[in-house]
Each structure stands twice: as structure tokens, then as C-alpha cells.
T-cell receptor, first 112, second 114 residues
Framework: RKEVEQDPGPFNVPEGATVAFNCTYSNSASQSFFWYRQDCRKEPKLLMSVYSSGNEDGRFTAQLNRASQYISLLIRDSKLSDSATYLCVVNYGFIGANNLFFGTGTRLTVIP | NAGVTQTPKFQVLKTGQSMTLQCAQDMNHNSMYWYRQDPGMGLRLIYYSASEGTTDKGEVPNGYNVSRLNKREFSLRLESAAPSQTSVYFC?????????????FGPGTRLLVL
């Protein structure tokens, strides 16, 4: 079983739509959670960290469900510029780089 | 402030050739990392350096060596390239290896081994 699993998509949505992605993780000891964005043929960049209470940054909302071991990303009022691959990243919480796991990504295309 | 830079951007090698991928960061970060990204797989850690003077293996270290030259620079060497090492290589840095730290990535090196 993969440490972090995501639906690869693609998700094709019209401009202005709301879209949500889920990501499941296998280790219940996981402590830190992130969403990264990766544009085509570019490097990953941090979109937002995910906190236990959930957090919002403009049109983006991240939620954590520890009981079911998943995190979600909600994008409201989708823009063409939101087209990218969204990577779910989970850290087991112990100090050390070997505890960070990346999902394969969910590809989003926003259509005019 | 360039962040994380990598050279070269693209490289084609023949099986058995060697090469070194260079990475530098100007954010005064203590920790640096090398990842590879392959289709259908998440980024996988090759090696990392928690701080200047230390290096440790990641998930997929076989066939690679690293050098933390100083606080700014972290290089990845392929001694005898194999087709299985065809991939996109990303260098990253962070303040430390604490779990909540954000990693900042370089633009990547696309490597093709024939």
C-alpha cells in the first residue's frame, strides 16, 4: 500500500466551478500535512499547510480528517491559472527527511 | 534572491557515463535534498543533508553519491549512468528537517540515459 494516495484525475472543470480533491495516508502517526502545486514541467511549490482545525487561504480551503486519515483541498471559483497538478504531502512527524511522503498528484484542468 | 538553482537543466547521457548535478541555495537553509520524479510515482528521496557536513540515504540511494560542499551547495553524482536513472531530478532546501518545515524546490534537471 502506498504511503499517500491520490486520485490522479484528470479533473476537467469549467471556470468558476468548485472542485475538491482528497488524499489518503496510511500512517496514523502522521503529523504534518501539505498541499503543493506543480505546474507542467516545473518544480513543486507549497500551496498551503494543512492544520488540524482546517485552514483557508482565499479561494482554497484545506481540511484534515484524522479519524479517516485523509486530507482534502477545496478550490472555489476556479480560475484558468489554477490548472496544475496538486501534490499531497504527508510527514510522519519524526525529525528527519525520510518521513516525508509525496502523493503522485491530482491533475486539474480549468476550461474556459 | 534566486532561491534554489540547479544545473544543468537538461542532459543526455549514454549508459556508463558519469555526471554531477549541481544545486545551490541562497536562503541560508541548513537542510538540502535530492529527489527524483518519475511518471506515476511521487517524488522519491535519494539523499539528503540535514546540515553542513552530514549526508544520509533516502528511499532510493543506489547508483548515486552526494557531496555537501558547503552550506549553500549540494551535488548529486551518477558514477555509471543506467537507463533506469532517466528521470527528473529536483533539489530542495529547508530551514531544517523538522516535520513542519516547508521545502523549496529548484527548477529540476531532466536526465535521459540512453
Amino acid at each position: 500500500r502506498k504511503e499517500v494516495e491520490q486520485d490522479p484525475g484528470p479533473f476537467n472543470v469549467p471556470e468558476g466551478a468548485t472542485v475538491a480533491f482528497n488524499c489518503t495516508y496510511s500512517n496514523s502517526a502522521s503529523q504534518s500535512f501539505f498541499w503543493y502545486r506543480q505546474d507542467c514541467r516545473k518544480e513543486p511549490k507549497l500551496l498551503m499547510s494543512v492544520y488540524s482545525s482546517g485552514n483557508e487561504d482565499g479561494r482554497f480551503t484545506a481540511q484534515l480528517n484524522r479519524a479517516s486519515q485523509y486530507i482534502s483541498l477545496l478550490i472555489r471559483d476556479s480560475k484558468l491559472s489554477d490548472s496544475a497538478t496538486y501534490l499531497c504531502v504527508v510527514n510522519y512527524g519524526f525529525i528527519g527527511a525520510n518521513n516525508l511522503f509525496f502523493g503522485t498528484g491530482t491533475r486539474l484542468t480549468v476550461i474556459p | 534572491n534566486a532561491g534554489v538553482t540547479q544545473t544543468p537543466k537538461f542532459q543526455v547521457l549514454k549508459t556508463g557515463q558519469s555526471m554531477t548535478l549541481q544545486c545551490a541555495q541562497d536562503m541560508n537553509h541548513n537542510s538540502m535534498y535530492w529527489y527524483r520524479q518519475d511518471p506515476g510515482m511521487g517524488l522519491r528521496l535519494i539523499y539528503y543533508s540535514a546540515s553542513e557536513g552530514t549526508t544520509d540515504k533516502g528511499e532510493v540511494p543506489n547508483g548515486y553519491n552526494v557531496s555537501r560542499l558547503n552550506k549553500r551547495e549540494f551535488s548529486l553524482r551518477l558514477e555509471s549512468a543506467a537507463p533506469s536513472q532517466t528521470s527528473v531530478y529536483f533539489c530542495a532546501s529547508s530551514e531544517s528537517v523538522m516535520p513542519q518545515e516547508t521545502q523549496y524546490f529548484g527548477p529540476g534537471t531532466r536526465l535521459l540515459v540512453l
